[in-house]
């Protein structure tokens, strides 16, 4: 691949936005660190650390968004300040975070989860009760309220039962949520299989029911980022190396869509796309964007 296509010439109009960002939110896989399939042996990415006290210094809050449900977002952000980033708790999401402003604004009660602590934590803390994926009609018959949702995220131990008792959940009225609808993630070793769009695909096949994402590229985890932030999110900048997830994010919130090819997208990741469809500005990592912002402060 060409080099020349691993970069893009910040504009005049890129600069002055970039100088005038009031909120940073970075993808995390990819982005800011990279580990194994399961987010273990996580190592910050060159210029992360780095990055971060840059941004911190400027006094702009930033999050961490991840896609990633297999943990909750204090422990993220406990492992990211074990890999040497400063992450406070408060300043990690993932899509349950989100989850929970969408699941609070409909006025759900109960939500079944297929997936593990990671995605149903965050649910509880919020006052929602989370029910288990039940037996052949266990949803039905538990004696408790049904599922105002079903709520998919990472979640290896998938079973047939699992599955039978969504799609009942999802039959009795049950709306049907997917933490991330991305078929891979970066880790060190390549791409990673995610499982949240597999099971949702079932589900969904069997049911014919309709689905919404809770995290990337979905304009709702945008907005609660942005939210966390306490800026609008066209005062955002996005930065991220997911060519799904990030810079569509950014487009749909009309926030700066930065992307970085140290993870799933590549040098030509973008070129296939209308101009007004790719990033604002295309850099081989986060190195390179401190490198860029440092100028100006």
């Excluded at 919020?126 to 049904?146: K, Y």
């Excluded at 069997?206 to 304009?219: A, D, E, F, Y």
């Amino acid at each position: 691949m060409s080099e020349r296509h691993a970069v893009s010439e910040p504009t005049g109009d890129v600069r002055e936005r970039l100088r005038a960002v009031r909120g940073w939110i970075f993808d995390m896989d990819g982005t800011l660190v990279l580990g194994d399939r399961a987010n273990h042996g996580l190592a910050p990415l060159p210029g992360a650390t780095q990055m971060l006290a840059w941004v911190r210094e400027q006094g702009l809050p930033y999050v961490v968004l991840t896609n990633g449900t297999n943990r909750s977002p204090a422990h993220f952000a406990s492992v990211l300040r074990q890999a040497g980033l400063d992450v406070a708790d408060g300043q990690m999401m993932t899509p349950a975070s989100s989850a929970v402003v969408m699941f609070t604004k409909r006025g759900y009660k109960t939500v079944m989860v297929l997936g593990g602590e990671g995605l149903a934590g965050p649910l509880r803390e919020a006052g929602i009760a989370v029910v288990a994926p039940s037996p052949a009609d266990g949803a039905r018959h538990s004696g408790g309220p049904p599922p105002d949702a079903v709520f998919v995220g990472w979640f290896p131990e998938f079973t047939m039962p699992a599955l039978e008792a969504a799609v009942r959940a999802v039959q009795d009225g049950a709306a049907l949520y997917s933490a991330s609808e991305t078929p891979f993630f970066a880790t060190a070793g390549g791409r990673a299989l995610g499982t949240s769009r597999a099971i949702s695909a079932m589900i969904r096949s069997l049911t014919g029911c309709r689905l919404t994402v809770t995290g990337k590229p979905s304009l709702d985890a945008l907005r609660a980022a942005a939210a966390r932030l306490g800026v609008p999110a066209s005062a955002v900048a996005v930065v991220g190396d997911d060519p799904l997830l990030e810079v569509p994010m950014a487009h749909r919130g009309k926030a700066l869509a930065i992307a970085v090819a140290t993870g799933l997208g590549g040098p030509d990741a973008y070129d296939h796309l209308p101009v007004a469809r790719r990033p604002h500005l295309r850099l081989r990592g986060v190195d390179e964007l401190l490198s860029l912002v440092s100028e100006g402060s």
